[in-house]
Nanobody, 126 residues
């Protein structure tokens, strides 16, 4: 059974950093493009970032460009989202999603992904 688990969320002050992890069990992420999404209270879920199978292609929402960095370590079967210079508006539940794909691109739409984790809460507050 395919299973994705996010971790690394928590409470951080504005300007601080967190690193989220997306780990897979039951399958290898080597052949999956990965996306990070978030959902703030009262808002729809939105795409934050994505990374291709090889890691050679990444995309970021304008709201996080220059502050967030997505990466993957296929040897550890894990994808990371490094979040720096966090702002209050980054507060949300963050989700990781996977899509079996061997292309050189990645995807930013919810409907592009087949497997989802349960999410990890990120709260940015002083």
């Amino acid at each position: 059974q395919l299973h994705i688990v996010e971790s690394g969320g928590g409470l951080v002050q504005p300007g601080g950093s967190l690193r989220l992890s997306c780990a897979a069990s039951g399958f290898t992420l080597d052949y999956y493009a990965i996306g990070w999404f978030r959902q703030a209270p009262g808002k729809e879920r939105e795409g934050v970032s994505c990374i291709s199978v090889s890691g050679g292609r990444t995309k970021y929402d304008d709201s996080v460009k220059g502050r967030f960095t997505i990466s993957r370590d296929n040897a550890k079967n894990t994808v990371y989202l490094q979040m720096d210079s966090l702002k209050a508006e980054d507060t949300a539940v963050y989700y990781c999603a996977a899509r079996a794909d061997l292309s050189r691109t990645c995807y930013v739409g919810e409907s592009d992904y087949d497997y989802w984790g349960q999410g990890t809460q990120v709260t940015v507050s002083s």
